[in-house]
């Protein structure tokens, strides 16, 4: 299994400004993805972070406004840009290979 | 992608009842996992199912893999409070290990 932690766990940040979610595997995974789940919710994919490489989005994200990093196979981060109230929610990063992934803790973000 | 329809939604029992949550999609899955999520905490992987037909157990849960894979079974008997969480399961695409879930079962073992 792998351990994965996540910084910061939660923030409250305004409208129009970007917050980075830093996600950290304690051993080398061959996937890394982000998701966003509302409270209480299911959750949806947003890309696959892809090592050295860009990111692969999920219908409905852009890299504009959800840029991603991997530069190696135990780090990313996802940045929420020129955020909105609607881009409150749970993010949740996740490492793994074919059948089995580990979640991280989430960031909880709430934009006024 | 794969749609995945997780039934039921919300599921209020009392302590010692046995209850079944199921996941069902049209596609085959080449695996399917379900996983245990609690308040302020990420999914938890509870088991991998592969194989038609496969049946594991995990203490009092007890999960089931279709013949065709195209459907998968929690079964958890004599529920317990600690048993409370959402209960989700998600497909794997075999091409690229991206995982579909479904909408999620909000369990609350009420004691």
């Known amino acids: 299994s792998a351990v994965i932690s996540q910084k910061p766990s939660r923030d409250i940040c305004q409208r129009g400004t970007s917050l980075t979610i830093q996600c950290q595997v304690d051993s080398q995974v061959t996937m890394m993805f982000w998701y966003r789940q509302q409270p209480g919710q299911s959750l949806t994919l947003i890309a696959t972070?892809?090592?050295?490489?860009?990111?692969?989005?999920e219908s409905g994200f852009v890299i504009d406004k959800f840029p991603i990093s991997r530069p190696n196979l135990t780090f990313s981060t996802l940045t929420v840009s020129n955020m909105s109230p609607e881009d409150s929610s749970i993010y949740l990063c996740?490492?793994?290979?074919?059948?089995?992934?580990?979640f991280g803790p989430g960031t909880r973000l709430t934009v006024l | 992608t794969q749609l995945l329809e997780q039934s039921p939604q919300f599921l209020s029992i009392q302590e010692g009842e046995n209850l079944t949550v199921y996941c069902n999609s049209s596609s085959v899955f080449s695996s399917l996992q379900w996983y245990r999520q609690e308040p302020g905490e990420g999914p938890v992987l509870l088991v991998t199912v592969v194989t038609g037909g496969e049946v594991k157990k995990l203490k009092r849960l007890t999960f089931q893999f279709g013949d065709a894979r195209k459907d998968s079974s929690l079964h958890i008997t004599a529920a317990q409070p600690g048993d409370t969480g959402l209960y989700l399961c998600a497909a794997a695409d075999g091409s690229n290990y991206k995982l579909t879930f479904g909408k999620g079962t909000l369990l609350t073992v009420n004691p």
């Open positions: 996740s490492g793994g290979g074919r059948n089995e992934q580990f």
């Open positions: 972070a892809n090592q050295g490489s860009e990111a692969t989005y």
